[in-house]
């Protein structure tokens, strides 16, 4: 039987592109020094209120309209973030209310950046056992409730001048990570494939949970009570902490491992895939992959200069830029690769 496969695909980034100069403004960094950490330019930030649901819906209209559908043919909703917009509720039934399909299942994942090879691998079990026909897949994020500065109108070039030398120290403490994140979204529409053999071909997932110290948030959790606390806010635990060095080399080793052992499963050849879609988490990573497995550059595009980490909607949001522009088109074998923190990382193989 035929595995899902990409009828349709969207993406939407909020307002106005933040570049690395103007995070000079509030911390110790420069264009410079962003782009030769991680390949980063610019990013794009949600606005106060604005949350990932509120993204995810316009992505997914994009998304509908271009698989040629109407919203009400959608009956599963799969929507991956790391930053929803409530603790609880998940995002998932907010976006099909505001898409005017309240009553549809609507399930949250939480593998972050790896969200897609795992959504690719429930969604076509899902239609494999007709507990859905049409899929919306969405991966959306907003990490500026994150970001440790308070000046937003310097970093949105909304006012002259620069932070005060306390909160210059403060988003200093957290430089590595702030330059990173991003906010976006992205979705797919996702139907059974009518070509033989086609869609859906098989993943390799993985977890390592002695290895959450490596990207996590260390407070605003349930094993405190209450669950967030003035001290909590104070101490800056509310902001992620990584572990750069070491994340960069587990992302190599576990992800160039694992897109080996998934083709030799499925008796695949390097060479047969037409395009490698991996996560967009710095461009140190991806180019460390790419000569593991001698990836030639041009089958492994990069997007992150203009986005930066959005995390659970990078995949997407690539994926979307290559139909658009005819880099990626039907029958085109693709292998989706990501790690995120959890960790959690995996590789999908997928035919157009």
């Known amino acids: 039987m035929s595995g899902v496969t990409i009828l349709g695909t969207g993406r939407h980034l909020p307002g106005e592109p933040v570049p690395n100069q103007a995070l000079a403004r509030v911390m110790d960094t420069s264009d410079e020094w962003i782009e030769a950490r991680t390949g980063i330019k610019q990013r794009y930030f949600a606005r106060d209120g604005q949350g990932p649901s509120d993204l995810a819906v316009e992505a997914s209209k994009q998304a509908i309209d271009d698989a040629g559908l109407d919203a009400s043919d959608i009956d599963y909703i799969i929507f991956a973030t790391m930053t929803p917009d409530h603790f609880f509720p998940g995002s998932g039934p907010l976006l099909g209310a505001k898409l005017g399909i309240s009553g549809v299942p609507a399930l949250d994942i939480r593998q972050q950046c790896a969200a897609i090879p795992y959504a690719l691998q429930l969604a076509n079990a899902l239609v494999q056992t007709d507990a859905a026909k049409t899929i919306l897949l969405v991966g959306a994020e907003v990490h500026a409730g994150f970001m440790p500065w308070s000046d937003w109108n310097l970093v949105r070039s909304e006012a002259e001048g620069q932070a005060s030398a306390e909160a210059y120290e403060r988003a200093n403490r957290h430089r590595g990570l702030a330059v990173v994140f991003g906010d976006g979204a992205a979705a797919m529409v996702l139907r059974q494939s009518q070509a033989p053999d086609g869609g859906f071909l098989g993943a390799e997932l993985h977890s390592d949970g002695d290895a959450f110290d490596h990207l996590y948030v260390p407070g605003c959790g349930f094993r405190r009570i209450p669950y967030v606390t003035p001290e909590a806010l104070l101490a800056e635990e509310h902001i992620p902490q990584m572990r750069g060095p070491s994340l960069l080399k587990k992302a190599v080793q ?99």
């Open 254 to 352: 576990t992800l160039s491992r694992t897109v080996k052992s998934l083709c030799e499963t499925r008796g695949v050849s390097q060479d047969e895939i037409d395009c490698f879609i991996a996560h967009q988490a710095n461009d140190r990573i991806n180019r460390a992959v790419r000569d593991s497995l001698r990836i030639p550059p041009e089958k492994i595009p990069s997007n992150i200069a203009r986005y930066g980490n959005t995390s659970a909607a990078t995949i997407g949001i690539l994926t979307d830029e290559l139909r658009r522009e005819g880099r990626i088109r039907e029958g085109d074998l693709l292998c989706f690769l990501a790690l995120g923190a959890g960790l959690n990382w995996g590789a999908a193989l997928l035919r157009l």
